[in-house]
């Protein structure tokens, strides 16, 4: 009873690494706002100490 339990749950491991593979190549494809990187332009103030 309990080899079945862990041969279901390795399954079920190996599954879930297909589907995130899966959803890591086929993602953009059909969701390309939430693979897109910002677009907005970050600018900061630096201070250069100089002697």
Same mark, same amino acid.
């Given at each position: 009873? #309990?080899?079945? #339990? $862990?041969?279901? %749950?390795? +399954?079920? $491991? $190996? %599954?879930?690494? !297909?589907? #995130? +593979?899966?959803?890591?190549? +086929?993602?953009? %494809?059909?969701?390309?706002?939430?693979?897109?990187?910002?677009?907005?332009? +970050?600018?900061?103030? !630096?201070? #250069?100490?100089?002697?």
């Amino acid at each position: 009873m #309990l080899w079945r #339990l $862990i041969k279901f %749950l390795l +399954v079920l $491991i $190996i %599954l879930a690494g !297909i589907t #995130l +593979v899966a959803y890591a190549y +086929v993602g953009p %494809l059909f969701f390309p706002a939430d693979f897109a990187a910002p677009s907005a332009p +970050v600018t900061a103030p !630096i201070t #250069l100490d100089t002697n």
